[in-house]
């Protein structure tokens, strides 16, 4: 390995896992990567209606995969990339101290203190009920604004528990504060990306929609300043894991936009994207912000370059198939029997690809809702005693997400936007030959399933694109 070679350190702060890689800045390779379970999920005051993570354990996550690259390599870097999680927030307190500090001066590893930080409220909390979500103002903006949005969690706990905000200063995403707490910020930077995940901001000013919030009693003291996607929101401010210090870091980036980087080959390609949740999106070309049909479920976010995303997002995708393996795993301790999760998917995968899984079952599969029909849930229909094996319920639960995904984005749309191909992603897709199967027959299109659309591969060359 040449002592020349620069790189890039690239890293994805997602829903369940953290992944980390080295870039190649010359060839555009991964020479090395690591990746994570955060395990970071923790029980709500609102029950299921809630969904938090806990901020030490997902830093902890981090620290860990970036000291697993190698040590010769850490050295090389000379950029930083970040993503993460889109719409999620979190609040922090700096003022006389900062929410993360190093026990040993020599440690490349911070620890967070607990008390200076909250939980992470992720785009998966649905404390923000229609009845709340109908009480708040309109954005200014062609992005609508749901549960699970940065700035609607932040109106629900003013209205709620406004107790909280006494004792915290600054928000953002948790990728956000991830790169504040590498580059010692005192207060976080945004990108464009992630504040549009927030709502109430306007992509064609990039100005958060203040006048509107402040009228609403909206704490607008922690909207972060924003930057243009891929800019440099800081440098490293000490040595990081072999890092030198003043390494840039650039403003941390959408998941979502960072995949769909990483993997498009060709301006008329589409990228699906099944992971914990579900998203199918192209480059919308000559795309104007007046243009927006306030019925659809697609919406335009910011991408790269001053151009926008066309997206289809689904709740439901991986984490459906997950809460159904959870299920069939308690019914078989409840039944006096243990078995792995692994061996639980390994059979179901086996029984779903078979001939015999072919059924008139009907699965929609909207255990979370859906963001335009928040109080629908799933349902199973036209059961008949010969429908009922494992594999044909299996498979009508994949047929049921592609469906449902479908039905926000149809073939019709993809092909009036001159799309020819598919291009499959996610670590959901790319395990389940069941659910690559449907695509295809859903969607009538060429499908290829790319190994890689890895958002922290995206992640390391955004930072580059304007050079």
């Known amino acids: 390995m040449s002592v020349e070679q620069k790189l890039i350190l690239g890293l994805d702060i997602g829903t369940t896992s953290v992944k980390v890689c080295l870039v190649d800045k010359?060839?555009?390779?991964?020479?090395?990567?690591?990746?994570?379970?955060?395990?970071?999920?923790?029980?709500?005051?609102?029950?299921?209606?809630?969904?938090?993570?806990?901020?030490?354990?997902?830093?902890?996550?981090?620290?860990?995969?970036?000291?697993?690259?190698?040590?010769?390599?850490?050295?090389?870097?000379?950029?930083?990339?970040?993503?993460?999680?889109?719409?999620?927030?979190?609040?922090?307190?700096?003022?006389?101290?900062?929410?993360?500090?190093?026990?040993?001066?020599?440690?490349?590893?911070?620890?967070?203190?607990?008390?200076?930080?909250?939980?992470?409220?992720?785009?998966?909390?649905?404390?923000?009920?229609?009845?709340?979500?109908?009480?708040?103002?309109?954005?200014?903006?062609?992005?609508?604004?749901?549960?699970?949005?940065?700035?609607?969690?932040?109106?629900?706990?003013?209205?709620?528990?406004?107790?909280?905000?006494?004792?915290?200063?600054?928000?953002g995403t948790v990728q956000d504060f991830m790169v504040a707490m590498v580059c010692n910020l005192v207060k976080p930077i945004m990108s464009v990306q992630n504040a549009a995940s927030w709502g109430y901001f306007d992509t064609k000013t990039s100005k958060w929609n203040e006048e509107l919030l402040t009228t609403?009693?909206?704490?607008?003291?922690?909207?972060?300043?924003?930057?243009?996607?891929?800019?440099?929101?800081?440098?490293?401010?000490?040595?990081?894991?072999?890092?030198?210090?003043?390494?840039?870091?650039?403003?941390?980036?959408?998941?979502?936009?960072?995949?769909?980087?990483?993997?498009?080959?060709?301006?008329?390609?589409?990228?699906?994207?099944?992971?914990?949740?579900?998203?199918?999106?192209?480059?919308?070309?000559?795309?104007?912000?007046?243009?927006?049909?306030?019925?659809?479920?697609?919406?335009?976010?910011p991408y790269f370059e001053g151009k926008y995303l066309a997206v289809a997002t689904a709740l439901n995708g991986g984490n459906a198939l997950a809460t159904f393996i959870q299920m069939l795993q308690q019914w078989v301790l409840d039944l006096g029997f243990n078995m792995p999760q692994s061996k639980v998917w390994a059979r179901v995968l086996e029984l779903g690809s078979s001939n015999s899984s072919e059924s008139s079952l009907n699965v929609v599969p909207t255990l979370l809702g859906e963001r335009h029909i928040p109080q629908q849930n799933a349902s199973i229909t036209n059961i008949d005693p010969g429908n009922l094996s494992l594999g044909q319920v299996f498979k009508a639960i994949c047929q049921g997400i592609i469906q449902n995904l479908h039905s926000m984005m149809p073939r019709e749309m993809l092909l009036n936007a001159n799309i020819s191909r598919i291009l499959g992603i996610g670590s959901a897709l790319?395990?389940?030959?069941?659910?690559?199967?449907?695509?295809?027959?859903?969607?009538?299109?060429?499908?290829?399933?790319?190994?890689?659309?890895?958002?922290?591969?995206?992640?390391?060359?955004?930072?580059?694109?304007t050079e």
Request: glycine fraction near 6%.
């Open 430 to 465: 790319m395990r389940n030959e069941v659910l690559q199967k449907e695509v295809r027959q859903c969607y009538q299109l060429p499908v290829v399933f790319v190994p890689g659309g890895d958002a922290a591969w995206g992640a390391a060359m955004a930072i580059h694109l």
């Open 216 to 301: 609403a009693n909206f704490p607008v003291h922690f909207l972060p300043k924003i930057l243009e996607s891929g800019k440099v929101a800081g440098y490293l401010a000490d040595q990081w894991h072999g890092i030198p210090p003043g390494t840039p870091v650039g403003a941390a980036l959408g998941d979502l936009q960072c995949s769909v980087l990483a993997t498009l080959q060709n301006p008329d390609d589409a990228v699906l994207n099944i992971s914990t949740s579900a998203q199918l999106g192209f480059i919308a070309k000559d795309f104007h912000t007046n243009e927006v049909d306030a019925s659809s479920p697609v919406e335009y976010f």
């Open 26 to 171: 010359k060839e555009r390779k991964v020479i090395a990567r690591q990746s994570k379970d955060t395990q970071a999920n923790v029980p709500s005051e609102l029950g299921c209606e809630g969904n938090k993570q806990n901020v030490p354990k997902i830093m902890s996550a981090v620290h860990i995969c970036v000291s697993r690259l190698p040590k010769e390599l850490l050295r090389q870097v000379e950029s930083i990339g970040v993503c993460g999680q889109m719409h999620g927030v979190m609040l922090w307190q700096y003022e006389e101290s900062a929410p993360w500090e190093k026990i040993d001066p020599e440690s490349s590893r911070f620890d967070i203190i607990p008390n200076q930080v909250s939980s992470l409220y992720t785009w998966q909390d649905s404390r923000c009920d229609p009845k709340f979500l109908e009480s708040l103002p309109k954005p200014k903006s062609h992005l609508k604004a749901f549960s699970g949005y940065g700035c609607n969690t932040l109106f629900w706990l003013a209205k709620y528990r406004p107790e909280k905000f006494s004792r915290f200063n600054c928000a």
